[in-house]
Protein backbone atom coordinates (compact mmCIF):
# COMPACT_ATOMS: atom_id res chain seq x y z
CA UNK A 1 0.00 0.00 0.00
CA UNK A 2 2.81 2.62 0.77
CA UNK A 3 4.76 1.82 -2.22
CA UNK A 4 1.58 1.94 -4.49
CA UNK A 5 0.46 5.43 -2.75
CA UNK A 6 3.89 6.57 -3.17
CA UNK A 7 3.66 5.64 -7.03
CA UNK A 8 0.72 7.53 -7.11
CA UNK A 9 1.76 10.47 -6.15
CA UNK A 10 4.89 10.46 -7.95
CA UNK A 11 2.80 10.04 -11.37
CA UNK A 12 0.66 12.97 -10.30
CA UNK A 13 3.91 15.31 -9.11
CA UNK A 14 5.29 14.73 -12.84
CA UNK A 15 2.17 15.43 -14.12
CA UNK A 16 1.73 18.76 -13.05
CA UNK A 17 5.01 19.48 -13.17
CA UNK A 18 4.70 18.52 -17.11
CA UNK A 19 1.80 20.52 -17.40
CA UNK A 20 3.02 23.62 -15.68
CA UNK A 21 6.07 23.04 -18.33
CA UNK A 22 3.90 23.03 -21.25
CA UNK A 23 2.32 26.38 -19.80
CA UNK A 24 5.94 27.64 -20.50
CA UNK A 25 6.42 26.20 -23.66
CA UNK A 26 8.98 24.05 -23.09
CA UNK A 27 9.14 20.16 -22.66
CA UNK A 28 8.44 18.54 -18.67
CA UNK A 29 10.10 15.47 -16.60
CA UNK A 30 8.25 13.34 -18.80
CA UNK A 31 9.21 14.07 -21.90
CA UNK A 32 12.51 15.22 -21.44
CA UNK A 33 12.67 11.26 -20.49
CA UNK A 34 10.79 9.95 -22.61
CA UNK A 35 13.27 11.37 -25.44
CA UNK A 36 16.11 9.41 -24.20
CA UNK A 37 14.74 6.33 -25.20
CA UNK A 38 16.28 7.40 -28.11
CA UNK A 39 17.69 10.52 -27.95
CA UNK A 40 20.95 11.03 -26.54
CA UNK A 41 20.88 11.17 -22.74
CA UNK A 42 21.44 14.25 -20.71
CA UNK A 43 23.52 12.12 -18.34
CA UNK A 44 24.60 8.60 -18.82
CA UNK A 45 26.16 8.40 -15.48
CA UNK A 46 22.77 8.61 -13.91
CA UNK A 47 20.95 6.34 -16.03
CA UNK A 48 23.46 3.75 -14.92
CA UNK A 49 23.58 4.44 -11.60
CA UNK A 50 19.62 4.40 -11.44
CA UNK A 51 20.03 0.76 -13.58
CA UNK A 52 22.71 -0.28 -10.66
CA UNK A 53 19.61 1.00 -8.13
CA UNK A 54 17.03 -1.48 -9.90
CA UNK A 55 19.66 -4.80 -9.94
CA UNK A 56 19.93 -4.45 -6.12
CA UNK A 57 16.82 -7.37 -6.42
CA UNK A 58 18.37 -9.60 -9.06
CA UNK A 59 20.84 -12.29 -9.13
CA UNK A 60 24.36 -12.07 -10.10
CA UNK A 61 23.08 -14.03 -13.13
CA UNK A 62 20.77 -12.09 -13.94
CA UNK A 63 22.45 -8.57 -13.33
CA UNK A 64 25.59 -9.29 -15.49
CA UNK A 65 23.26 -10.22 -18.18
CA UNK A 66 21.20 -6.66 -17.36
CA UNK A 67 24.89 -4.94 -17.91
CA UNK A 68 25.90 -7.11 -20.81
CA UNK A 69 22.31 -5.92 -22.54
CA UNK A 70 23.13 -2.25 -21.42
CA UNK A 71 26.31 -2.39 -23.26
CA UNK A 72 25.23 -3.76 -26.35
CA UNK A 73 22.58 -1.60 -26.72
CA UNK A 74 24.83 1.25 -26.03
CA UNK A 75 26.94 0.16 -28.77
CA UNK A 76 24.50 -0.06 -31.26
CA UNK A 77 23.67 3.40 -30.57
CA UNK A 78 27.38 4.36 -30.91
CA UNK A 79 27.48 2.80 -34.19
CA UNK A 80 24.86 4.50 -35.13
CA UNK A 81 25.30 8.16 -34.18
CA UNK A 82 29.16 7.83 -35.18
CA UNK A 83 27.59 7.17 -38.47
CA UNK A 84 25.52 9.68 -38.75
CA UNK A 85 27.97 12.39 -37.14
CA UNK A 86 25.40 12.79 -34.36
CA UNK A 87 25.66 13.74 -30.23
CA UNK A 88 27.29 11.02 -28.75
CA UNK A 89 26.36 9.91 -25.59
CA UNK A 90 25.92 7.00 -23.82
CA UNK A 91 23.14 5.66 -21.45
CA UNK A 92 20.05 4.42 -23.63
CA UNK A 93 20.94 0.83 -23.09
CA UNK A 94 20.03 1.46 -19.53
CA UNK A 95 17.19 2.92 -19.59
CA UNK A 96 16.39 0.10 -21.98
CA UNK A 97 17.18 -2.09 -19.63
CA UNK A 98 15.06 -0.74 -16.72
CA UNK A 99 12.41 -0.76 -18.97
CA UNK A 100 12.83 -3.72 -19.98
CA UNK A 101 12.44 -4.97 -16.69
CA UNK A 102 9.09 -3.43 -16.03
CA UNK A 103 8.08 -5.51 -19.00
CA UNK A 104 9.42 -8.57 -17.70
CA UNK A 105 7.89 -7.94 -14.01
CA UNK A 106 4.44 -7.67 -15.44
CA UNK A 107 5.08 -10.58 -18.23
CA UNK A 108 7.47 -13.13 -16.34
CA UNK A 109 6.92 -12.57 -12.54
CA UNK A 110 4.16 -13.16 -9.84
CA UNK A 111 3.82 -12.65 -6.38
CA UNK A 112 6.46 -11.41 -4.35
CA UNK A 113 9.07 -11.75 -6.78
CA UNK A 114 6.98 -9.16 -9.05
CA UNK A 115 6.45 -6.92 -6.05
CA UNK A 116 10.17 -6.69 -5.47
CA UNK A 117 11.37 -6.32 -8.95
CA UNK A 118 8.79 -3.54 -10.01
CA UNK A 119 9.90 -1.82 -6.27
CA UNK A 120 13.82 -2.07 -7.80
CA UNK A 121 12.89 -0.40 -11.04
CA UNK A 122 10.71 2.07 -8.84
CA UNK A 123 13.61 3.01 -7.25
CA UNK A 124 15.89 3.23 -10.23
CA UNK A 125 13.56 5.49 -12.09
CA UNK A 126 13.02 7.72 -9.02
CA UNK A 127 15.95 8.73 -9.37
CA UNK A 128 16.35 9.43 -13.11
CA UNK A 129 13.12 11.18 -12.61
CA UNK A 130 14.02 13.10 -9.83
CA UNK A 131 17.16 14.70 -11.94
CA UNK A 132 14.26 15.59 -14.49
CA UNK A 133 12.07 16.62 -11.60
CA UNK A 134 14.05 18.78 -10.57
CA UNK A 135 15.31 20.73 -14.42
CA UNK A 136 11.87 21.48 -14.52
CA UNK A 137 11.42 23.47 -10.84
CA UNK A 138 14.42 25.18 -11.58
CA UNK A 139 12.88 26.45 -14.87
CA UNK A 140 9.58 27.73 -12.54
CA UNK A 141 11.74 29.26 -10.07
CA UNK A 142 12.98 31.28 -12.83
CA UNK A 143 9.77 32.38 -14.87
CA UNK A 144 7.65 32.95 -11.56
CA UNK A 145 10.00 34.72 -9.27
CA UNK A 146 11.50 38.06 -11.54
CA UNK A 147 13.10 39.06 -8.87
CA UNK A 148 15.81 38.02 -6.22
CA UNK A 149 16.93 38.13 -2.72
CA UNK A 150 20.67 37.87 -3.17
CA UNK A 151 21.64 41.12 -1.84
CA UNK A 152 20.47 40.20 1.74
CA UNK A 153 21.97 36.93 1.55
CA UNK A 154 25.00 38.57 0.70
CA UNK A 155 24.73 41.08 3.51
CA UNK A 156 24.35 38.24 6.14
CA UNK A 157 26.80 36.45 4.88
CA UNK A 158 29.54 38.79 5.73
CA UNK A 159 28.67 37.58 9.44
CA UNK A 160 30.15 34.39 8.39
CA UNK A 161 33.24 36.53 6.21
CA UNK A 162 31.84 35.84 3.02
CA UNK A 163 33.40 32.45 2.66
CA UNK A 164 32.10 31.95 -1.09
CA UNK A 165 34.55 34.82 -2.30
CA UNK A 166 37.47 32.99 0.17
CA UNK A 167 36.45 29.70 -1.55
CA UNK A 168 36.33 31.22 -5.31
CA UNK A 169 40.02 32.76 -4.65
CA UNK A 170 41.48 29.62 -3.35
CA UNK A 171 39.62 27.52 -6.50
CA UNK A 172 40.86 29.76 -8.70
CA UNK A 173 44.97 29.65 -7.24
CA UNK A 174 44.57 25.79 -7.71
CA UNK A 175 44.33 26.40 -11.61
CA UNK A 176 41.76 24.22 -14.24
CA UNK A 177 43.24 20.35 -12.24
CA UNK A 178 41.38 21.42 -8.72
CA UNK A 179 38.44 22.89 -11.05
CA UNK A 180 38.17 19.65 -12.84
CA UNK A 181 37.99 17.56 -9.57
CA UNK A 182 35.20 20.08 -7.94
CA UNK A 183 33.37 20.36 -11.22
CA UNK A 184 33.06 16.26 -11.08
CA UNK A 185 32.18 15.43 -7.87
CA UNK A 186 29.61 18.33 -8.27
CA UNK A 187 28.11 17.04 -11.17
CA UNK A 188 28.33 13.36 -10.29
CA UNK A 189 26.43 13.77 -6.83
CA UNK A 190 23.90 11.33 -7.61
CA UNK A 191 26.52 8.70 -8.70
CA UNK A 192 27.88 8.80 -5.55
CA UNK A 193 24.61 8.30 -3.72
CA UNK A 194 23.91 5.03 -5.48
CA UNK A 195 27.36 3.44 -4.76
CA UNK A 196 26.62 4.39 -0.51
CA UNK A 197 23.01 3.04 -1.33
CA UNK A 198 23.96 -0.31 -3.08
CA UNK A 199 26.23 -1.04 -0.58
CA UNK A 200 23.23 -0.37 1.76
CA UNK A 201 20.79 -2.58 -0.33
CA UNK A 202 23.59 -5.38 -0.71
CA UNK A 203 21.05 -7.83 1.10
CA UNK A 204 18.00 -7.03 -0.71
CA UNK A 205 18.03 -9.90 -3.55
CA UNK A 206 19.00 -12.57 -0.57
CA UNK A 207 16.62 -11.33 1.78
CA UNK A 208 14.42 -10.76 -0.88
CA UNK A 209 12.47 -7.46 1.22
CA UNK A 210 14.19 -3.92 1.01
CA UNK A 211 15.06 -2.00 4.41
CA UNK A 212 12.79 0.46 6.21
CA UNK A 213 15.27 3.17 5.35
CA UNK A 214 18.21 3.94 3.01
CA UNK A 215 19.83 7.32 1.74
CA UNK A 216 17.68 7.10 -1.63
CA UNK A 217 14.70 7.76 0.79
CA UNK A 218 16.12 11.10 2.25
CA UNK A 219 17.71 11.91 -1.56
CA UNK A 220 14.51 12.24 -3.08
CA UNK A 221 12.76 14.05 -0.36
CA UNK A 222 15.30 16.30 -0.23
CA UNK A 223 14.79 16.89 -4.04
CA UNK A 224 10.69 17.06 -3.88
CA UNK A 225 10.91 19.72 -0.85
CA UNK A 226 14.08 21.83 -1.39
CA UNK A 227 12.50 23.69 -4.69
CA UNK A 228 9.44 24.30 -2.40
CA UNK A 229 12.02 26.77 -0.55
CA UNK A 230 13.39 27.94 -3.22
CA UNK A 231 9.74 30.27 -4.57
CA UNK A 232 9.67 31.20 -1.00
CA UNK A 233 13.41 32.53 -0.77
CA UNK A 234 14.61 32.85 -4.69
CA UNK A 235 18.55 33.51 -4.48
CA UNK A 236 20.83 33.13 -7.58
CA UNK A 237 24.37 32.90 -5.76
CA UNK A 238 27.17 35.60 -5.86
CA UNK A 239 28.43 34.41 -9.59
CA UNK A 240 25.36 35.25 -10.73
CA UNK A 241 24.46 38.13 -8.63
CA UNK A 242 27.80 39.47 -8.28
CA UNK A 243 30.27 38.19 -11.19
CA UNK A 244 30.60 38.19 -14.21
CA UNK A 245 27.95 35.52 -15.43
CA UNK A 246 25.19 37.38 -14.42
CA UNK A 247 25.73 39.94 -17.35
CA UNK A 248 24.11 43.35 -16.68
CA UNK A 249 21.68 42.15 -14.48
CA UNK A 250 24.18 41.60 -11.69
CA UNK A 251 25.12 44.20 -9.44
CA UNK A 252 28.59 44.48 -10.72
CA UNK A 253 31.50 42.38 -11.47
CA UNK A 254 32.65 41.62 -7.68
CA UNK A 255 32.86 37.74 -7.17
CA UNK A 256 35.46 36.46 -6.15
CA UNK A 257 38.11 39.30 -5.81
CA UNK A 258 36.16 41.93 -4.08
CA UNK A 259 33.46 40.41 -1.26
CA UNK A 260 30.08 43.36 -1.46
CA UNK A 261 30.46 46.51 0.69
CA UNK A 262 27.57 46.26 3.58
CA UNK A 263 25.01 48.98 2.78
CA UNK A 264 20.57 47.97 3.04
CA UNK A 265 19.69 45.14 0.89
CA UNK A 266 16.30 45.36 -1.75
CA UNK A 267 15.13 43.24 -3.95
CA UNK A 268 16.85 43.00 -7.57
CA UNK A 269 15.42 41.94 -10.48
CA UNK A 270 16.95 39.36 -12.47
CA UNK A 271 16.32 37.72 -15.89
CA UNK A 272 14.13 34.72 -16.40
CA UNK A 273 16.63 31.59 -17.22
CA UNK A 274 18.76 31.58 -14.31
CA UNK A 275 17.48 29.35 -11.70
CA UNK A 276 16.76 30.36 -8.02
CA UNK A 277 18.28 27.30 -6.51
CA UNK A 278 20.47 28.39 -3.72
CA UNK A 279 18.90 28.80 -0.16
CA UNK A 280 19.47 26.16 0.88
CA UNK A 281 22.07 24.28 -1.01
CA UNK A 282 20.84 21.03 -2.04
CA UNK A 283 24.23 20.04 -2.73
CA UNK A 284 24.80 20.69 0.48
CA UNK A 285 21.61 19.01 1.98
CA UNK A 286 22.68 15.50 0.17
CA UNK A 287 26.59 15.52 -0.14
CA UNK A 288 25.48 15.46 3.96
CA UNK A 289 23.48 12.37 3.65
CA UNK A 290 26.01 10.51 1.93
CA UNK A 291 27.97 11.74 4.76
CA UNK A 292 25.61 10.03 7.11
CA UNK A 293 24.46 7.24 5.59
CA UNK A 294 28.39 6.33 4.98
CA UNK A 295 29.24 6.13 8.64
CA UNK A 296 28.15 2.37 8.95
CA UNK A 297 29.92 1.20 5.38
CA UNK A 298 33.55 0.06 5.57
CA UNK A 299 36.07 2.24 6.13
CA UNK A 300 36.71 3.17 2.34
CA UNK A 301 33.23 4.28 2.03
CA UNK A 302 33.50 6.36 5.10
CA UNK A 303 36.71 8.03 3.66
CA UNK A 304 34.82 8.34 0.62
CA UNK A 305 31.72 9.92 1.96
CA UNK A 306 33.81 12.16 3.52
CA UNK A 307 35.92 13.00 0.23
CA UNK A 308 32.90 14.12 -1.29
CA UNK A 309 31.28 15.79 1.43
CA UNK A 310 34.51 18.81 1.73
CA UNK A 311 34.32 18.73 -2.31
CA UNK A 312 31.49 19.40 -2.40
CA UNK A 313 31.40 22.04 -0.13
CA UNK A 314 34.52 23.38 -1.64
CA UNK A 315 32.70 23.45 -4.98
CA UNK A 316 29.21 24.88 -3.69
CA UNK A 317 31.21 28.03 -2.53
CA UNK A 318 34.24 28.02 -4.87
CA UNK A 319 32.35 27.91 -7.80
CA UNK A 320 30.19 30.93 -6.96
CA UNK A 321 26.83 28.99 -6.40
CA UNK A 322 26.07 29.37 -2.83
CA UNK A 323 26.58 31.86 0.42
CA UNK A 324 27.95 30.17 3.23
CA UNK A 325 24.34 31.38 4.61
CA UNK A 326 23.15 28.46 2.26
CA UNK A 327 25.69 26.08 3.10
CA UNK A 328 24.15 25.87 6.98
CA UNK A 329 20.68 26.33 6.17
CA UNK A 330 21.66 23.29 3.79
CA UNK A 331 23.16 21.00 6.78
CA UNK A 332 20.58 21.68 9.13
CA UNK A 333 17.80 20.74 6.26
CA UNK A 334 19.67 17.72 5.48
CA UNK A 335 19.82 16.08 9.37
CA UNK A 336 16.26 17.82 10.05
CA UNK A 337 14.77 14.92 6.72
CA UNK A 338 17.25 12.56 7.72
CA UNK A 339 15.30 12.50 11.21
CA UNK A 340 11.81 12.84 10.31
CA UNK A 341 12.38 10.05 7.92
CA UNK A 342 14.11 7.78 10.84
CA UNK A 343 11.58 8.95 13.13
CA UNK A 344 8.70 7.41 10.21
CA UNK A 345 10.54 3.84 9.61
CA UNK A 346 10.99 3.39 13.77
CA UNK A 347 7.16 4.82 15.27
CA UNK A 348 6.84 8.36 15.99
CA UNK A 349 7.95 9.11 19.57
CA UNK A 350 8.71 12.27 21.68
CA UNK A 351 12.24 12.19 21.18
CA UNK A 352 12.00 12.37 17.07
CA UNK A 353 9.17 15.12 17.10
CA UNK A 354 10.81 17.60 19.45
CA UNK A 355 14.08 16.53 16.76
CA UNK A 356 12.17 17.76 13.97
CA UNK A 357 10.64 20.42 15.26
CA UNK A 358 13.44 22.13 16.65
CA UNK A 359 15.49 21.13 13.24
CA UNK A 360 12.49 23.12 11.30
CA UNK A 361 12.48 25.54 13.58
CA UNK A 362 16.04 26.85 13.63
CA UNK A 363 16.06 26.59 9.61
CA UNK A 364 12.88 29.03 9.86
CA UNK A 365 14.46 31.57 12.10
CA UNK A 366 17.55 31.37 10.19
CA UNK A 367 15.62 32.45 6.92
CA UNK A 368 13.61 35.11 8.52
CA UNK A 369 16.87 36.53 9.58
CA UNK A 370 18.56 36.53 6.46
CA UNK A 371 15.23 38.82 5.43
CA UNK A 372 15.11 40.84 7.93
CA UNK A 373 18.36 41.34 9.89
CA UNK A 374 20.74 40.93 7.16
CA UNK A 375 22.36 44.19 8.05
CA UNK A 376 22.42 43.60 12.18
CA UNK A 377 24.57 40.36 11.26
CA UNK A 378 27.12 41.65 8.89
CA UNK A 379 27.52 45.01 11.48
CA UNK A 380 28.16 42.69 14.49
CA UNK A 381 30.06 40.01 12.68
CA UNK A 382 31.45 38.26 16.37
CA UNK A 383 27.74 38.22 17.54
CA UNK A 384 26.08 36.87 14.57
CA UNK A 385 28.85 34.37 12.77
CA UNK A 386 29.20 31.79 16.03
CA UNK A 387 25.62 32.01 16.42
CA UNK A 388 24.92 30.69 12.89
CA UNK A 389 27.41 27.82 13.37
CA UNK A 390 26.00 27.68 16.89
CA UNK A 391 22.25 26.83 15.81
CA UNK A 392 23.21 24.51 12.55
CA UNK A 393 25.77 22.28 15.18
CA UNK A 394 22.99 22.18 18.10
CA UNK A 395 20.68 20.85 14.85
CA UNK A 396 23.47 17.94 14.20
CA UNK A 397 24.07 17.52 18.16
CA UNK A 398 20.36 16.92 18.90
CA UNK A 399 20.44 14.40 15.96
CA UNK A 400 23.51 12.35 17.31
CA UNK A 401 21.84 12.27 20.27
CA UNK A 402 18.73 11.48 19.56
CA UNK A 403 19.84 8.73 16.95
CA UNK A 404 22.23 7.16 19.83
CA UNK A 405 19.25 6.56 22.04
CA UNK A 406 17.70 4.79 19.61
CA UNK A 407 20.18 2.33 18.77
CA UNK A 408 19.90 -0.85 20.14
CA UNK A 409 22.18 -1.64 23.28
CA UNK A 410 24.75 -4.68 22.87
CA UNK A 411 24.28 -6.49 25.55
CA UNK A 412 27.83 -7.35 27.20
CA UNK A 413 29.00 -11.05 26.73
CA UNK A 414 29.28 -12.88 29.48
CA UNK A 415 33.10 -14.69 30.41
CA UNK A 416 33.11 -17.95 31.32
CA UNK A 417 33.99 -18.83 34.94
CA UNK A 418 37.04 -20.69 35.61
CA UNK A 419 36.49 -24.16 36.32
CA UNK A 420 38.08 -25.93 39.22
CA UNK A 421 40.86 -27.80 38.79
CA UNK A 422 40.19 -31.79 39.11
CA UNK A 423 42.37 -33.34 41.81
Excluded at 43 to 68: D, E, H, N
Excluded at 158 to 171: E, M, Q, Y
Excluded at 195 to 220: D, K, M, S
Excluded at 402 to 412: G, K, N, S, Y
Amino acid sequence: MLWTAVSVVALGFLIALEIAARHYGLPGPITNQAKEVILPPKSGPLLYAGMALMMVVLTWRQRFIAVGAAIAIDVVFFLVRWALDAKMMFGNGALWVLLGAVVIAITRRTGRERVLLLKGVGLGLLLVAGRKTGDTWLLITSKTRPAVLDQYVATADHALGNPSWLAGRIVKATGPIGAHVLDYVYIQLAVAAVIVAVYQLRNVAAERRFPGHHLVRTFLVIGLLGPAIYMIFPVVGPIFAYGGDGGHWAVANLWPNTPPTISAPHHMPFDEFTPRNCMPSLHTAWATTIFIHSRKGPRALRVAGTFWLIATLGATLGFGYHYGTDIITGVIFAFTIEAALRSLDRGWDRQGIQLVAYGATVFAVLLLAYRYLPLEMANHPWVFGPLLILAMASVVHGYLRTTRMWEPETAPVAKPEPQPALA
